[in-house]
């Protein structure tokens, strides 16, 4: 691969920008928190409903339900080999249904409860939340987050704690027992992913909320910490068989082009949704989305075809998959040309750590859940930190450096705890009921041995 000539464009990018981005990029602190996550916003002392923003936020959540069932579980299905198509989509959906019902019962008190905790005070519920919205009690009809119901609210999270798993599933594809692997979602979702987002998102008393981490939708809840449970269950369970040596094609390119396009158009509630409101913040969100999208897709075919001679549809959806990836996080706190920059990074870093790096340590990431989602997010959250100070995503005595230092610390934080935690919990259940399925399920394909039935005929 030509590297210069990858680098010299993208530096040639990063220059043209850097005018627009110290003179040209202002835009009014208002459009965007001032202050860290906006999961849950700042509420008026006595909040009244918006009919607005309860129309956007219930369209944000249809749109992020979207992304994993059909439009994950298309991406996924694409990517495999035919004799686990279902295999992948059921896991999808499958996790929908489980993580629905956990929410419910403890997920989202254990996730967003606020008791015991307060500004600058560090206890146990820094970490994580107690079980005073357990079974939803205290959500009502008129109960509000912000200026929507809470049901919206409580709704609208419940879809990033189903994604999140089911991004995991892309790692170990093909080789995972249908039983372990609810095991390890439902023991996951409630032990590291509830953690994390309260850390992050509860508001004043979270861990890393009071640090300043800035994290408007998700790079580090979501996709760092998805894409460092996919590299531990790849490790855990060990490489596909046959792996490096025999190929193993994706069985339909077609599906996987159509679930990226499902996750880009979905990924406007993902990312505009975050902002709780319909709003400037919103609006923003969006247009550095769709523009951080783009220009990853064009990294990643770039690199590729100067790398390979040729672009590949693969290659592009990966890309818009990274750009979205990156964007997550900052989405809320940058600007247009922060956006075309960070995009263009993630195409080219989630490239490189999805085919070179992955090649060189040899591990079996089978979707390129890591090299994509926990790159990806990982060089969000810091460029975050690079961008932000334009829409006012930094306080007042914070300077770039130290923000992107809090940023830094918020990545490693996310990376020691999901790694420790994921390891624990599969050693745990692969000593009670075993993780991999036996070498002759693994050959004979997950739809015929776990499932009975086939995604096609023969």
């Not at 809840?221 to 460092?228: D, E, R, S, Y």
Request: glycine share 12%.
């Amino acid at each position: 691969m030509n590297l210069k000539k990858v680098l010299g464009v993208m530096g040639v990018v990063v220059l043209a920008a850097l005018p627009m981005l110290v003179f040209g990029d202002e835009t009014p602190a208002s459009t965007a928190p001032a202050v860290a996550a906006p999961a849950v916003p700042a509420a008026p002392a006595t909040p009244t409903l918006n009919s607005g923003d309860t129309a956007w936020m219930l369209t944000s959540t249809a749109l992020v339900l979207f992304m994993t069932i059909p439009g994950l579980s298309l991406f996924y299905a694409g990517m495999v080999r035919s004799k686990n198509v279902l295999s992948v989509m059921m896991q999808c959906f499958a996790i929908t249904a489980l993580i629905t019902v956990l929410w419910v019962l403890y997920g989202y008190s254990l996730a967003f409860s606020t008791g015991g905790m307060a500004k600058g005070v560090t206890n146990l519920y820094s970490f994580v939340g107690n079980f005073d919205k357990a079974f939803l009690t205290g959500v009502t009809l008129d109960s509000l987050t912000a200026a929507v119901p809470e049901t919206v609210f409580f709704t609208f999270q419940m879809t990033f704690a189903i994604i999140t798993p089911a991004l995991i599933v892309g790692a170990f594809a093909e080789r995972m027992k249908f039983s372990a692997m609810l095991w390890f979602m439902g023991l996951w979702m409630t032990l590291v992913y509830a953690p994390i987002a309260h850390m992050v998102w509860s508001g004043d008393g979270g861990f890393m909320w009071d640090l300043g981490v800035l994290d408007f939708a998700g790079g580090t809840v979501v996709h760092i910490n998805a894409g460092i449970a996919g590299l531990v269950a790849a490790l855990v369970l060990g490489p596909r068989k046959g792996y490096p040596k025999v190929a193993m094609m994706p069985h339909n390119l077609g599906y996987t082009l159509m679930g990226a396009s499902m996750l880009w158009v979905g990924w406007f509630g993902f990312n505009a949704g975050s902002a709780v409101a319909a709003n400037g913040a919103a609006g923003m969100a969006m247009a550095v989305t769709q523009i951080a999208t783009a220009a990853a897709a064009l990294g990643w075919m770039f690199s590729e075809w100067l790398s390979h001679g040729k672009p590949s549809v693969l290659g592009i959806a990966s890309g818009a998959v990274a750009g979205l990836v990156a964007i997550t996080p900052a989405s809320g706190f940058v600007g247009p040309m922060g956006a075309l920059i960070i995009g263009a990074i993630a195409g080219f870093g989630c490239f490189l750590a999805s085919t070179k790096i992955k090649r060189s340590l040899g591990y079996d990431d089978s979707l390129d859940v890591f090299g994509v989602h926990a790159i990806g997010g990982t060089i969000g959250a810091l460029l975050t930190g690079v961008f932000a100070i334009k829409l006012g995503g930094l306080k007042p005595e914070l300077t770039v450096g130290s923000q992107v230092w809090i940023q830094f610390i918020g990545v490693a934080m996310t990376v020691v705890y999901c790694a420790v935690g994921s390891y624990v919990i599969l050693k745990i259940v692969d000593s009670v009921i075993g993780l991999r399925v036996t070498d002759e399920h693994e050959t004979e394909g997950l739809d015929i041995a776990l499932h009975d039935e086939r995604g096609y005929n023969i």
